[in-house]
């Protein structure tokens, strides 16, 4: 029996909680910041020490190594060939960095941090156990927060998303510790299910390591230049791949928001085949149905998918028809304005 007590609760679906009954009443209250989410599954990794911050600054994407006391931000760990790693939610309290991470990543990155640090003035540690994660869009609980910097491209980033006024805009969200101890004073408060929160962020475009990447997956791909990457900053793990792809090439596939069919009920799911014609194009990543929008997903394409086509999403129930949102477009990338250098001995003629 689960001890969480958000999963105690009678209405309570799944631990921690898919939904408590009414999913959409649910999204509705979490983008009012009436209600709070609870994200106990999730991991929490801290550093210590005095090297902490320029230590993980020469580790990750993102410029951290004067990241003041109670700012947030967000970084990757890319492997030496550039492919997203891990994804790394970032707040520093002036004595400790703490890691929010997905459920199930945190002891993968603990580890590879403690291999890391050679004669470093710095500690890693797992606090899983120790601290439960608390979601929200409106005002967070009590404890270290960490603020989402979707809402507006960083210092240093890039948004390849071309529209006027980007989803994300509205998107206020914020994750908050707290003591696993005191999860029980937070039960009796206005709660949505993890369902409600997925929909509001498939909306917002806002892309996620337990569901958007897979083993091929580089920033870009996903607009996490956006939120996630310096591209000013020193060295780092994966950063030639980064510069190249961003300024002289393109990313081989996109990431789209879908507007589905939903007229005849099918179900549609994480890892569905997306279709143009008879052609498999990509995959949904993560689907939902909005309160407003009704329901949409969102998936990983081929770049070169035109953006005009109706593609279709096989489900396990049957097909659904699916228009596209362009959030990654499909010229990303190519940033630089590198002059052509003439060939080896080629002859330069005039008139």
Wanted: aromatic fraction near 6%; proline fraction near 6%; charged fraction near 20%.
């Amino acid at each position: 029996m689960s001890t969480d007590p958000f999963s105690q609760r009678p209405e309570a679906v799944g631990d921690p909680p898919q939904h408590y009954g009414s999913p959409l009443a649910e999204q509705r209250e979490l983008a009012a910041g009436a209600a709070i989410v609870d994200l106990s599954d999730r991991d929490v990794v801290t550093v210590t020490g005095p090297d902490r911050l320029t230590w993980l600054d020469s580790l990750l994407s993102q410029s951290l190594a004067r990241l003041a006391p109670g700012e947030s931000a967000e970084a990757l760990l890319l492997d030496p060939s550039g492919r997203i790693e891990y994804a790394v939610r970032v707040v520093d309290d002036g004595e400790t960095t703490w890691l929010l991470m997905d459920a199930g990543t945190g002891a993968g990155m603990a580890s590879f941090l403690d291999r890391m640090r050679f004669m470093l003035r710095v500690e890693v540690a797992d606090r899983s156990a120790e601290f439960a994660t608390i979601g929200s869009l409106g005002a967070p609980v009590e404890g270290v927060t960490w603020h989402d910097p979707w809402a507006a491209v960083v210092a240093g980033g890039h948004q390849y998303a071309t529209v006027a006024e980007h989803p994300g805009v509205g998107w206020t969200y914020s994750e908050t510790l707290v003591p696993r101890a005191g999860l029980a004073a937070l039960a009796d408060r206005p709660a949505a299910g993890i369902l409600a929160l997925e929909a509001l962020r498939i909306a917002a475009w806002r892309p996620r390591a337990a569901t958007e990447l897979d083993a091929t997956a580089i920033p870009h791909e996903f607009d996490w230049m956006r939120s996630a990457v310096h591209l000013e900053k020193g060295c780092y793990r994966g950063q030639e791949t980064v510069a190249k792809v961003h300024n002289l090439g393109h990313p081989p596939r996109r990431l789209v928001l879908l507007h589905l069919d939903g007229s005849d009920n099918i179900a549609i799911s994480a890892g569905d085949e997306v279709r143009s014609g008879e052609t498999v194009v990509g995959r949904v990543t993560a689907a939902a149905t909005h309160y407003e929008l009704g329901p949409i997903a969102l998936a990983v394409v081929r770049r070169a998918t035109d953006p005009a086509a109706t593609l279709t999403v096989v489900g396990s129930e049957g097909a659904v028809a699916a228009t596209q949102e362009v959030i990654v477009p499909t010229d990303a990338g190519a940033e630089a304005d590198v002059p052509r250098i003439p060939r080896l001995g080629a002859v330069r003629r005039n008139g």
